[in-house]
């Protein structure tokens, strides 16, 4: 067992907040999108590890980042993923990427305002999407509304686990900026409920989730893929009433993860939507990330 495995959470790709690798992905992709998300998911797990030292951590995402360029075979999940982007002829940015972000989370443990925020997203959730679009061959003007969607997941997690990683890892997404302009900060998780000052500041993040996904919306109708197509349109339908729940419900007390029932309810309006609304390709070009 290598170093980075023996930091393994155990989670897997059905422990996700959202869809990864659903039969609504055609099969000749399936295994190059789980390879991706090992790979995320090794790493994200040496990031989090709540006893593990940061020095040990950077050294294990280091040897990530080599085993996936092919400067060396210490990490399984990395060379595997090299495997599958050797054969389908994929850059390892995407991985790369995600690194980053991984990194970040070892030595960062607040961010001062939404824009660090984007910025970290255009690092931590941008790639998966960015990945996903390559392996079926979309133009990378999808890339915007991609971009867009994927920061609304992140903060979504966010927002859902925000007392917990408060507790385990003494980690706050929520930013500072916000904290200090509703009148509280980060010791406000602690408490078994939000105080009215936290509710407004979840309040506010949520509201800008719900403006992100504004910006994604026309994400699906640029899908070539009908598969893929699909699944975007779920994803974004769960998306949008995630962000809904977060805006009236207190994620330190309230549920807001879906019961199945509810997904199943869900996927009937994504099937509505999928439809009844047209193909509209991207624009041609690529237009600027999120980040400023």
Not at 211 to 226: C, M, N, W
């Amino acid at each position: 067992m290598t170093a980075t495995q023996e930091l393994a959470s155990g989670k897997g790709h059905k422990d996700e907040n959202f869809p990864v690798a659903s039969l609504l992905i055609a099969r000749r992709h399936r295994p190059a999108v789980m390879a991706f998300y090992a790979f995320a998911r090794a790493a994200d797990d040496v990031a989090d590890h709540p006893t593990a030292h940061g020095p040990e951590k950077l050294q294990l995402l280091e040897e990530m980042r080599a085993s996936l360029l092919g400067a060396a075979v210490t990490d399984a999940a990395a060379v595997r993923l090299r495997g599958v982007l050797r054969d389908r002829s994929l850059s390892p940015q995407h991985g790369l990427d995600l690194l980053e972000a991984f990194r970040r989370d070892v030595v960062k443990r607040r961010y001062a305002d939404w824009n660090e925020l984007m910025d970290y997203c255009r690092y931590s959730a941008a790639p998966v999407g960015r990945m996903v679009l390559d392996l079926h061959g979309e133009p990378r003007s999808t890339w915007p509304a991609n971009d867009a969607l994927c920061a609304a997941l992140q903060v979504i997690n966010h927002l859902q686990d925000c007392a917990e990683d408060r507790r385990t890892l003494d980690r706050v997404y929520l930013p500072e900026a916000d904290l200090a302009a509703a009148g509280t900060d980060a010791a406000a998780l602690d408490a078994p409920k939000a105080s009215p000052a936290l509710r407004s500041v979840i309040r506010s993040l949520a509201k800008r989730t719900q403006d992100l996904l504004v910006q994604s919306r026309p994400f699906a109708g640029q899908i070539a893929d009908l598969r893929l197509r699909a699944e975007v349109t779920f994803i974004q339908r769960l998306a949008e009433d995630l962000a809904a729940r977060l805006a009236a419900r207190d994620p330190l007390c309230e549920r807001v993860h879906h019961r199945k029932p509810e997904l199943v309810g869900l996927a009937g309006s994504a099937l509505l939507r999928l439809l009844t609304e047209p193909r509209r390709p991207p624009p041609p070009g690529r237009t600027a990330d999120l980040t400023p």
